[in-house]
């Protein structure tokens, strides 16, 4: 695996059979694995009766996997950037919806995260990320890890931290503490798409300046009256002196609207006037 993808190689059994073990993948279950690397959770997975779809960018692991799991049947692997590779080729949902569980690369952790997310064909994730992504994952408002990507998170699926996971678990072992992340995906996204783009733009600003009040940047980011994001925040109950880390998901999902709203209203004054 090239250095620049910051992947560290699962070794620990132990911990390779409680992320299978979270993952409760029945015989016959389809899975998807993102970046097998040298395959330890790929066997435990293919031990559990799995139908295993796994995708391997690096060739030369790649050839590795192919060699060693050649009489595998229930082995479909893909050499193909998760991150590039178009989803609909995994297949259509008539086979049921895929269970994923992956280590992840440190350095593309989030991005891939991100293409999951809004993906049809999940219905559940145990993922190990970087600690540090993992809490940012799964925080709570009010902490300083609560940001975009646990609003990302939460307009598709729960997120939970299952257990952490030390560098003597990889080869080689990174500097810093790993944790498995679990998310079950909504039946629908708190957003439909269209909501969307208001509801990023908002948090985006809001948290682009986040030891800021938010009532400043939100301001800006609509093109309102600092006075009049001020009275919005407050008719939400928080105060106009609140920071974004104060401001839970649904509020952010009220007041996206809202704000979308007075920014079209200014719009259409300015075009009024003379």
Known sequence: MPARLGQHFLIDAHARDRIASCAAVEKGRRVLEIGPGRGMLTRALLSSGAEVTAVEMD???????QKEFSGASRLRLLRADFLALDLAELGSAAGGPFRIAANLPYSVASPILQK????PLWDEAILMFQKEVALRVAAEPG????GILTLSAWLYAEAEILFDVGPRSFSPPPKVDSSVVRLVRRAEP????????????LAKAA??????????????????????????????G????????????????LL???????????????????
């Open 59 to 65: 060739e030369r692991l790649a050839e590795a996997l």
């Open 116 to 119: 999951i997310l809004p993906w």
């Open 143 to 146: 902490t300083a890890d609560y």
């Open 190 to 201: 708190k957003l439909s798409p269209a909501r969307q783009p208001a509801f990023f733009r």
């Open 207 to 236: 948290f682009g300046q986040r030891r800021k009040m938010a009532q400043t940047p939100i301001a800006q980011a609509f093109h309102i009256a600092k006075d009049e994001a001020a009275r919005t925040l407050e008719s939400c």
């Open 238 to 253: 928080f105060s106009a002196s609140c920071r974004a880390q104060d401001i839970p998901p649904e509020a952010y999902a």
């Open 256 to 274: 996206a609207g809202k704000f979308a709203i007075l920014e079209g209203e200014a719009a259409a004054k300015g075009l009024k006037e003379p």
